[in-house]
Protein backbone atom coordinates (compact mmCIF):
# COMPACT_ATOMS: atom_id res chain seq x y z
CA UNK A 1 0.00 0.00 0.00
CA UNK A 2 3.04 2.17 0.30
CA UNK A 3 2.16 5.35 -2.29
CA UNK A 4 5.71 7.60 -1.73
CA UNK A 5 8.59 5.68 -1.92
CA UNK A 6 12.28 7.67 -1.19
CA UNK A 7 14.90 5.26 -2.41
CA UNK A 8 16.90 4.76 0.89
CA UNK A 9 16.13 4.95 4.67
CA UNK A 10 19.38 5.88 5.80
CA UNK A 11 22.60 6.92 4.10
CA UNK A 12 25.80 8.47 4.95
CA UNK A 13 27.92 10.08 2.79
CA UNK A 14 31.25 12.07 3.17
CA UNK A 15 31.28 16.02 2.36
CA UNK A 16 32.13 16.95 -0.96
CA UNK A 17 30.25 14.11 -1.97
CA UNK A 18 27.07 14.22 -4.67
CA UNK A 19 23.88 13.19 -3.19
CA UNK A 20 21.11 11.68 -5.08
CA UNK A 21 17.89 11.42 -2.95
CA UNK A 22 14.88 9.31 -4.93
CA UNK A 23 11.24 9.98 -4.37
CA UNK A 24 8.58 7.84 -6.92
CA UNK A 25 4.67 8.23 -6.28
CA UNK A 26 2.07 6.16 -7.87
CA UNK A 27 -0.85 8.12 -7.08
CA UNK A 28 -0.07 10.35 -10.36
CA UNK A 29 -0.17 13.45 -8.47
CA UNK A 30 0.43 16.69 -9.75
CA UNK A 31 2.61 18.38 -6.59
CA UNK A 32 6.20 16.55 -5.45
CA UNK A 33 8.29 18.52 -2.30
CA UNK A 34 11.09 18.00 -0.63
CA UNK A 35 11.26 18.57 3.16
CA UNK A 36 13.96 18.77 5.44
CA UNK A 37 13.10 17.91 9.17
CA UNK A 38 14.82 19.04 12.00
CA UNK A 39 13.88 18.81 15.96
CA UNK A 40 12.75 22.50 16.64
CA UNK A 41 12.55 23.27 13.35
CA UNK A 42 9.49 21.60 11.80
CA UNK A 43 9.13 21.13 7.95
CA UNK A 44 11.35 23.37 6.01
CA UNK A 45 10.66 23.19 2.26
CA UNK A 46 13.96 22.41 -0.05
CA UNK A 47 12.12 22.48 -3.45
CA UNK A 48 8.68 21.69 -5.39
CA UNK A 49 7.39 21.10 -8.67
CA UNK A 50 3.60 21.57 -9.61
CA UNK A 51 4.53 19.46 -13.34
CA UNK A 52 6.99 17.52 -15.50
CA UNK A 53 10.44 19.64 -15.89
CA UNK A 54 8.79 22.47 -13.35
CA UNK A 55 10.61 23.31 -10.52
CA UNK A 56 10.35 26.46 -7.53
CA UNK A 57 12.68 27.17 -4.69
CA UNK A 58 11.54 26.63 -1.27
CA UNK A 59 12.50 28.52 1.52
CA UNK A 60 16.18 26.84 1.92
CA UNK A 61 17.21 25.68 -1.77
CA UNK A 62 20.99 26.16 -1.34
CA UNK A 63 23.16 23.55 -1.66
CA UNK A 64 20.40 21.63 -2.86
CA UNK A 65 18.91 20.94 -7.15
CA UNK A 66 16.44 19.13 -8.01
CA UNK A 67 15.06 17.49 -11.51
CA UNK A 68 11.52 16.21 -12.22
CA UNK A 69 12.16 14.46 -15.66
CA UNK A 70 8.51 12.31 -14.87
CA UNK A 71 5.65 12.49 -13.52
CA UNK A 72 6.24 9.95 -10.75
CA UNK A 73 9.91 10.66 -10.31
CA UNK A 74 11.18 13.25 -7.97
CA UNK A 75 15.22 13.43 -7.38
CA UNK A 76 16.78 15.61 -5.16
CA UNK A 77 20.87 16.04 -5.23
CA UNK A 78 23.07 17.98 -2.76
CA UNK A 79 25.72 19.20 -5.43
CA UNK A 80 28.87 19.39 -2.56
CA UNK A 81 26.99 17.43 0.53
CA UNK A 82 28.00 19.25 3.61
CA UNK A 83 27.77 18.77 7.77
CA UNK A 84 25.21 20.79 8.09
CA UNK A 85 22.87 19.02 5.43
CA UNK A 86 22.53 15.93 7.93
CA UNK A 87 19.13 15.89 8.70
CA UNK A 88 16.32 13.78 7.85
CA UNK A 89 14.70 14.91 4.05
CA UNK A 90 11.08 13.91 3.52
CA UNK A 91 9.76 13.64 -0.03
CA UNK A 92 5.37 14.28 -0.45
CA UNK A 93 3.12 14.63 -3.12
CA UNK A 94 -0.34 15.86 -3.74
CA UNK A 95 -3.11 16.92 -6.24
CA UNK A 96 -3.76 19.90 -7.65
CA UNK A 97 -6.95 20.73 -5.71
CA UNK A 98 -8.85 24.04 -6.75
CA UNK A 99 -10.14 23.96 -3.02
CA UNK A 100 -6.85 23.89 -1.70
CA UNK A 101 -7.91 20.57 -0.06
CA UNK A 102 -3.62 19.96 -0.03
CA UNK A 103 -3.64 16.21 1.95
CA UNK A 104 -0.26 15.75 1.17
CA UNK A 105 0.97 12.19 1.23
CA UNK A 106 4.62 11.62 2.34
CA UNK A 107 7.51 9.04 2.12
CA UNK A 108 9.09 7.43 5.02
CA UNK A 109 11.74 9.79 4.91
CA UNK A 110 15.95 9.56 4.38
CA UNK A 111 18.24 10.05 7.35
CA UNK A 112 21.15 11.38 5.54
CA UNK A 113 24.33 11.81 7.74
CA UNK A 114 27.20 13.56 6.10
CA UNK A 115 30.69 13.17 8.02
CA UNK B 1 3.64 37.57 6.91
CA UNK B 2 2.04 34.20 6.55
CA UNK B 3 2.92 32.02 9.71
CA UNK B 4 1.72 29.07 11.77
CA UNK B 5 2.34 28.83 15.52
CA UNK B 6 2.72 26.13 17.76
CA UNK B 7 4.04 28.03 21.11
CA UNK B 8 4.57 24.03 23.13
CA UNK B 9 7.38 22.66 21.99
CA UNK B 10 6.33 19.56 24.08
CA UNK B 11 3.33 18.60 25.85
CA UNK B 12 2.70 16.24 28.20
CA UNK B 13 -0.40 14.58 29.70
CA UNK B 14 -2.02 11.49 31.74
CA UNK B 15 -3.72 9.01 29.90
CA UNK B 16 -7.66 9.91 30.11
CA UNK B 17 -7.12 13.59 30.68
CA UNK B 18 -8.16 16.46 28.01
CA UNK B 19 -5.67 17.26 25.33
CA UNK B 20 -5.77 20.68 23.15
CA UNK B 21 -2.22 20.79 20.96
CA UNK B 22 -2.10 25.10 19.99
CA UNK B 23 -1.63 26.18 16.72
CA UNK B 24 -2.67 29.85 15.98
CA UNK B 25 -1.77 31.29 12.25
CA UNK B 26 -1.27 35.05 10.73
CA UNK B 27 -2.72 35.31 7.61
CA UNK B 28 -5.06 38.08 6.11
CA UNK B 29 -7.15 35.80 3.52
CA UNK B 30 -9.33 32.98 4.22
CA UNK B 31 -7.03 29.91 5.60
CA UNK B 32 -7.76 26.39 4.86
CA UNK B 33 -5.83 24.36 7.57
CA UNK B 34 -4.42 21.17 8.31
CA UNK B 35 -3.51 18.77 11.31
CA UNK B 36 -0.84 16.48 10.42
CA UNK B 37 1.06 13.50 12.64
CA UNK B 38 3.75 11.45 12.79
CA UNK B 39 3.70 8.45 15.27
CA UNK B 40 6.95 7.03 15.88
CA UNK B 41 8.72 5.36 13.10
CA UNK B 42 6.35 5.92 10.70
CA UNK B 43 5.54 8.44 8.05
CA UNK B 44 3.86 11.81 8.19
CA UNK B 45 0.53 11.38 7.73
CA UNK B 46 -2.95 13.44 7.19
CA UNK B 47 -4.99 13.81 10.71
CA UNK B 48 -7.70 16.14 9.55
CA UNK B 49 -8.31 19.15 7.69
CA UNK B 50 -10.35 22.17 8.56
CA UNK B 51 -12.29 22.00 4.95
CA UNK B 52 -13.73 18.59 5.87
CA UNK B 53 -14.79 18.94 9.08
CA UNK B 54 -14.27 15.74 10.54
CA UNK B 55 -13.12 14.03 13.23
CA UNK B 56 -10.24 11.90 13.26
CA UNK B 57 -8.86 9.38 15.90
CA UNK B 58 -11.92 11.33 18.08
CA UNK B 59 -9.83 14.17 17.54
CA UNK B 60 -11.46 17.75 16.52
CA UNK B 61 -10.23 20.55 15.41
CA UNK B 62 -12.53 24.25 15.24
CA UNK B 63 -11.30 27.17 13.27
CA UNK B 64 -11.77 30.29 15.23
CA UNK B 65 -10.98 33.46 12.79
CA UNK B 66 -11.20 35.64 15.88
CA UNK B 67 -8.62 34.63 17.59
CA UNK B 68 -7.01 33.36 15.13
CA UNK B 69 -6.81 29.35 15.93
CA UNK B 70 -6.83 26.20 15.16
CA UNK B 71 -6.75 23.86 18.36
CA UNK B 72 -6.55 20.51 18.02
CA UNK B 73 -8.72 18.84 20.78
CA UNK B 74 -9.46 15.04 22.29
CA UNK B 75 -11.53 14.67 25.42
CA UNK B 76 -9.81 11.73 26.74
CA UNK B 77 -6.32 10.98 26.01
CA UNK B 78 -5.10 7.84 24.51
CA UNK B 79 -1.60 6.04 24.92
CA UNK B 80 -1.38 5.78 21.20
CA UNK B 81 -2.11 9.51 20.55
CA UNK B 82 1.60 10.13 22.05
CA UNK B 83 3.38 11.48 18.66
CA UNK B 84 4.44 14.74 17.32
CA UNK B 85 1.36 16.78 15.67
CA UNK B 86 2.11 19.46 13.02
CA UNK B 87 -0.34 22.21 11.78
CA UNK B 88 -0.47 23.67 8.60
CA UNK B 89 -1.94 26.32 6.57
CA UNK B 90 -2.74 26.40 2.74
CA UNK B 91 -2.77 30.21 1.85
CA UNK B 92 -4.86 31.65 -1.45
CA UNK B 93 -1.45 32.09 -3.30
CA UNK B 94 0.20 29.32 -2.00
CA UNK B 95 1.41 27.72 -5.04
CA UNK B 96 0.52 24.32 -3.61
CA UNK B 97 2.27 24.52 -0.60
CA UNK B 98 1.60 24.42 2.95
CA UNK B 99 3.07 26.70 5.48
CA UNK B 100 3.58 24.51 8.80
CA UNK B 101 4.35 24.98 12.21
CA UNK B 102 7.36 23.90 14.25
CA UNK B 103 5.69 20.87 15.77
CA UNK B 104 4.39 20.26 19.06
CA UNK B 105 5.28 16.57 20.81
CA UNK B 106 2.58 15.30 22.73
CA UNK B 107 3.80 12.49 25.33
CA UNK B 108 0.69 10.79 26.88
CA UNK B 109 1.67 8.91 30.44
CA UNK B 110 0.04 5.64 31.96
Known amino acids: DVKVTQSSRYLVKRTGEKVFLECVQD?????MFWYRQDPGLGLRLIYF???????EKGDIPEGYSVSREKKERFSLILESASTNQTSMYLC??????????????FGSGTRLTVV | AQRVTQPEKLLSVFKGAPVELKCNYS??????LFWYVQYSRQRLQLLLR?????SIKGFTADLNKGETSFHLKKPFAQEEDSAMYYCALSPMDSNYQLIWGAGTKLIIKP
Open chain 1, 27 to 31: MDHEN
Open chain 2, 50 to 54: HISRE
Open chain 1, 49 to 55: SYDVKMK
Open chain 2, 27 to 32: YSGSPE
Open chain 1, 92 to 105: ASSLFSPDRDYGYT
